[in-house]
């Protein structure tokens, strides 16, 4: 296959300014570089400010690049006027933050469902797909559809906006911060779902976070961004292993990670940087017991 | 004995109160709060906390049962202003709070309504901007602040107005690592200066820092105590949805593997003290 065919991003020293030309003129980009495989799971973080929101819009064609930069997503130029961006639209599923805000209708299950009505979908289809979206992010079908929506806690909200997102079964799915304020272990839970969801079906997908922990397992890959550029890429057991370099990025390691490096001060080598809690478990009882 | 600064006695309350058979959001609340206290209130989405937390200051009224604030009845209207004045409130969502176009104008926005005279206004202006570390920003305009110095912009208007308890409804949810650690550092001075803090949070890592630690769960408390007592009991708190903090979490498995190993540690510093500890006893047994 073509090489090109199988990256979903390709992007070449992008940059991005707002208020290009005022006085309020704000730089974003500063000539960001990245590719994503299609299939991939990917981390973009960095601190609040970073960059992150503005540069995941050029994936879906919100925002289009301009000279030097080159943003080509799978295989189209963006940069390209004639695109069909509404066609793409269609594959790359974006939850922003606060997708609370994207609620309108007064029941939930209206809520998940418009998107599939509009694509005009069967009502049984339809059906099927809003529980299934709805089983994914963790809301019982028979319990949320007739809710009204405004009676819902911020956090089921959260996940009704996810729901209707999820239902029309794009092939890559952008989460900006879509899951903060849902509770934690929801959230990993949603995530984990997500996650398997994503592997099963080939599903490419680029979750945009400030929070480490909550991305550590589910990503093969991680991009940090700080002041429009990336400073790191790695895995997240690679990053892991520097905490005072991630610190100066605003950014924290899992306490797990950061055990490992409070040992190694008091005298104690640990035999690698553990990810998950089950790890460190592991790893602790090794060395009582070596 | 420590005085009692708000009580809540036997509180349902429901968003449907017609209904025929109304969703209890709280579900027979029984609590005193202590002035001075760093209370933590935590739980899953849906188990009620902001709803508790819109009980302290008259935000909502009981459907059943009352709420006593400094010995005054939410119920009474004639003692909102009272009522508000003593409990301040911070939200999740900062730019929904924020009103004026210069941060000191924002944080003059409550006193000045309340007719504080102009000198005593710029002292509480100064004062509150100091707790919160934001001097130097008090004439840029919010929109332009990243979001942890917004929240505290929010912050210093809500202690401009001298409650004596803040609640915080997850006001850190929304912020990045150092926003959290920011905000966290400005609560944390103004309790040791004596302001009560209820902080709803469902971050684990921060409710380890509070006095006292209250799990709700479908609008009633499922567990309270010290942060130690309550975050060790990992397989409770997961009944409940949450998680221990994670090394919490970690000591309770080592526990399990070795009975000797302490099932109550909280921080990566006494964890890690402990593991080098009993490294450094089997090296001199063995050695």
């Known amino acids: 296959m073509d090489e090109r065919q199988r990256l979903f991003a390709q992007v070449n020293d992008l940059h991005h300014t707002y208020l290009r030309g005022t006085p309020l003129e704000t730089v974003a980009l500063r000539g960001v570089s990245m590719q994503i495989r299609t299939g991939e799971a990917v981390g973009i973080i960095g601190r609040t400010g970073a960059g992150k929101s503005t540069l995941i819009q050029h994936f879906n064609g919100l925002l289009r690049p301009r000279q030097p930069g080159r943003v080509i997503i799978e295989g189209q130029d963006m940069s390209d006027p004639t695109l069909d961006v509404r066609a793409l639209r269609q594959r790359v599923g974006l939850v922003f933050q606060r997708p609370e805000q994207q609620l309108f209708e007064r029941l939930v299950g209206d809520d998940i469902a418009f998107g599939l009505k509009q694509l005009g979908l069967p009502a049984d289809e339809r059906r099927a797909r809003v529980r299934w979206a709805m089983e994914l992010v963790g809301l019982d079908f028979d319990r949320f559809r007739n809710r009204f929506t405004f009676s819902l806690s911020g956090g089921e909200m959260r996940r009704v906006a996810l729901a209707g997102v999820l239902a029309l079964r794009p092939r890559v799915l952008i989460l900006d911060e879509a899951t903060s304020g849902i509770d934690p272990r929801g959230r990993r839970e949603l995530l984990t779902h997500i996650a398997e969801w994503r592997q099963q079906s080939e599903v490419t997908l680029i979750i945009v976070s400030t929070n480490m922990d909550e991305i550590a397992e589910l990503v093969e890959r991680i991009y940090v961004l700080d002041d429009g550029r990336v400073v790191l890429c790695g895995t997240p057991r690679q990053l892991f292993a520097d905490p005072v370099v991630l610190r100066q990025y605003g950014l924290k390691v899992p306490q797990v990670s950061a055990l490992v490096h409070r040992l190694s001060e008091l005298g104690v080598t640990m035999p690698r940087v553990p990810i998950t809690i089950a790890e460190a478990a592991d790893d602790v009882w090794t060395i009582l017991n070596s | ?287």
């Open chain 2, 1 to 287: 004995m420590e005085r009692v600064i708000i009580r809540a006695q036997d509180v349902y309350y429901s968003y449907e109160p017609g209904a025929a058979q109304p969703a209890w959001a709280l579900n027979g609340i029984d609590l005193e709060v202590y002035a001075g206290e760093y209370l933590a209130i935590v739980g899953h989405n849906g188990s009620g906390k902001s709803t508790l937390a819109r009980h302290f200051n008259a935000l909502l009224t009981p459907s059943r049962g009352e709420v006593w604030v400094n010995g005054l009845n939410t119920r009474d209207a004639r003692h909102r202003l009272a009522i508000r004045s003593t409990v301040g409130m911070v939200f999740q969502v900062p730019d929904n709070q924020i009103v004026a176009t210069l941060v000191e104008e924002d944080v003059a926005f409550g006193p000045a309504n309340l007719g504080v005279p102009a000198d005593e206004l710029k002292r509480r202006v100064d004062w509150a901007l100091q707790v919160v570390g934001m001097q130097k920003f008090r004439r840029q305009a919010p929109h332009l602040l990243s979001a942890g110095q917004k929240q505290r912009v929010a912050i210093a208007g809500a202690i401009a107005l001298q409650p004596q308890v803040l609640v915080l409804d997850e006001s850190t949810s929304m912020l990045d690592p150092a926003g959290q650690e920011e905000v966290l550092d400005a609560v944390r001075r103004l309790n040791q200066a004596g302001t009560t803090i209820i902080a709803i949070t469902h971050f684990m890592h921060e409710a380890v820092k509070a006095d006292r630690v209250l799990v709700l769960e479908n609008g009633r408390i499922a567990m309270q105590g010290s942060p130690r007592q309550v975050f060790s009991q990992r397989d409770r708190l997961r009944e409940l949805q949450l998680d221990a903090p994670p090394m919490a979490d970690l000591a309770a498995r080592l526990h399990a593997r070795q009975p000797s190993f302490p099932p109550d540690l909280l921080t990566v510093e006494e964890m890690a003290l402990e593991i080098s500890r009993r490294v450094g006893r089997r090296r001199e047994a063995g050695g």
